[in-house]
């Protein structure tokens, strides 16, 4: 604590400890299939995402370009 006393604490606690198996089975022990492994790169649900994302761009960029495109035309209408 603050003033340097030392103080301990004793709590009682069980644990088991059981011995270690053997892992050196017999070639008749049948072996679990491997897991498949990922592929390298990007996944489905990735590209699927870069692709909407790439779309939302191309519509947002359509139509700012009708929007200033149809502003243009007023404003010259407007001035002849």
Do not use: C, H
């Amino acid at each position: 604590d603050a003033l340097g006393t030392i103080s301990t604490l004793e709590q009682p606690f069980t644990y088991n400890v059981v011995e270690m198996p053997n892992w050196n089975e017999g070639p008749g022990f049948p072996v679990e299939p491997e897991q498949p492994i990922e592929k390298e790169g990007l996944q489905m649900w990735q590209m699927g995402l870069i692709a909407l994302a790439v779309l939302a761009a191309g519509i947002f960029g359509f139509v700012k370009f009708k929007k200033a495109r149809k502003r243009k035309l007023e404003l010259e209408e407007l001035d002849e």
